[in-house]
Structure formats: C-alpha cells, structure tokens
C-alpha cells in the first residue's frame, strides 16, 4: 500500500497557494470529531476524482501506455492479472473494478 | 486492495476530500459512510464498524508484472501522469498535513515499514531497510509465526506458518525451507516439496506505511528491525 501520508500531500498541493510563505492554518478547516481524532474537510467531495469506470488496455497498447518501470499496483486471482499504476492511483486514489465476480477498490 | 461488497452490498467508493488522522478518507455511494483508506474501516456513517476485506495484492514494476503475467491487463490513463512528488517524503520534520506528532517513539515517525495485521487484530511492523538487508525474515505475532519476505516481483508479501512451525530459513534456490522440513515458493506461497506439498500458506496483506501512520491506527504493533 502506499505511503499513506503522501495521499495527503496531494491534498496540500491542491489546497495551498503557491506563495511560498504562506502557512496554511488546519485550524481554518472545518471539523468534526470521529472517535476523539479530528476528521478536516479539506476538499470537497470528488475533487479527487476516483475512477468509477475503468478501462483497461492489454498488449502492445498497454505496452504503449506504459514504462518498464513504471510502479504498478498488480492484483492475481490465479486467473486474471489486472495492474494498476501507482502514478496513476496517486492521481485518482481509488479505482473501482472487477476482479472476476468480486468487486474490487484498488487503492495504493 | 479491497473487496468493496459488505455482506450482500457492493458498494461504490470515492474520494470525500476528508482527512481523518493523517490518512485519506473514502466514502462510498451507496449510504455514505467513511472508510479510511489506510485500514479499510468504515469511521462513520449508516456502515460504520464495518471493515473491508483486504485482498493480497503487490507492487512490482510494469516490465516485470507483464513478464510473470503475459495477459496482463492495465488501467488505462485518463490523463497524462508521472513520478515524483513533493519533497515531502524527505522532509524528516514533516509528518502528515498539519504537523502531527510521532505517537510512539520505538521508530522514527518517517521510518518506512512493512505492516502486517492479522484478523485477530494484532499487528506487526517491519522496519523496510531491516527486511530489504535481511532478505525476509519470521516473526511471531499474536501466537501466529509469520514469513515476511521479497517476491520475484519487487514486492512484499507476508504468509502465516502453519501451527507449530515457528522458524524457515531461505535456501539458495530462492525457496524458504520451514522448519517441519516443507520447501515455500515466496511468490505464491506454495509448498512445493517436504510433508506439506501441494499446500498453500494462507497469505496476508502488507501495507507499506510511515510509521507515525501505521501507529496511530496500530497502537499494540510490534516491531522488527528497530536498530
């Protein structure tokens, strides 16, 4: 799994100005106490946007889309291999997808 | 990885844009509760309680994944994207968004490791530069023994010995030789020689964390590898 504190990171990207100086105060988010730990509301919901309907390539057009080595995030059932890039998770966090029957999230 | 279906329900999740002790938080479409992404535990809403299945899976290099699995699918890109990200992951000083606190001092809070959680609810962690010198390594755990090694592929991957069996040492071939005499594959934990052959052991999930991270959500973890 990923390094979790990095998916916020991308958050920080997204919410602080570029002015190197300033300081982005947490306390200036809105908040709601979960089991005695602050939840902030950073972004709003689908800012980030998960992946709901994934596609996929295969052969030489994922070969195309891809470097050799490019971190992926690969899951086996023994029958199918599906693969997921890690650039690409950071980009969307979660993908929402089928591995046979089961439904799957891939989340790094 | 997860499975995203609780008891009869598949649910569908996205991104809520919260964060909740360091950690991304997910929500889903169908009753809107919060998952966190780190443990797939839902923290509140209509599930809340509720935790989502962890499926095995790993990190290996796209050369080498399309290598081991010729029919390989891949996620395909929406939008162009790259490596590299802030400087965030060498910032010693920098834990989490806002500043938060190492909560147990055994190791560093930018200290990478490899976590481990069985069903239980005990949890161990290893110290990722420990386990890359070591090659893989056993570690007891809630009265379970546990080989956390490499994969052919790059990556981690934990599996549970059976009872009884408490120790295995890596053999020149690559395979792990247990202590009952039975030969282990590290990639798919299949037992390919010795009283259990044709066995698989049961393989468990490993989620590579900070561990400021993995301790604010595993305050009992063990530790391996602390210097």
Known sequence: ??????????????????????????????????KGSPMYIV??????????????????????????????????????ARAYSLWQLDHHEVVNDMLGDVPIAATW | MYARK???QTLTLGVSGNLWKDVLVLYDRETDSLWTQLSGDAIDGPLVGKSLQEIPSEVSTW????????NTVVLK??????????????????????GSKNPDQRLGGKEMIYGVRLPGGAALAVVESYLEEKG?????????????TGSAAGGVVAYRLPQGVAAAAMQQDGTWKLADGSSVEPSTGNVVGGPRQGETLERLPVTRAYWFAWASFYPRSEVVGKE
């Open chain 1, 1 to 34: 799994m990923k390094l979790p504190a990095l998916s916020h990171a991308l958050l920080l990207a997204v919410v602080v100005s570029p002015v190197a100086a300033q300081v982005f105060d947490p306390k200036s988010l809105p908040k709601k106490d979960i």
């Open chain 2, 6 to 8: 609780v008891g009869e």
């Open chain 1, 43 to 80: 972004l709003p919901r689908d800012e980030i946007p998960a992946v709901f309907e994934p596609e996929f390539l295969h052969g030489e057009a994922a070969d195309a889309q891809m470097e050799p080595h490019e971190p992926v995030l690969g899951v086996f059932d023994g029958v199918t």
């Open chain 2, 77 to 98: 890109k929406s939008v162009p994207v790259g490596p590299g990200y802030l400087g965030y992951a060498s910032d010693p000083d920098m834990l989490g968004m806002f």
């Open chain 2, 136 to 148: 893989g390594i056993v570690a007891s755990v809630g009265g379970s023994s546990l080989l956390i």
């Open chain 2, 63 to 70: 050369a080498e994944w399309k290598a081991r699995h010729p």
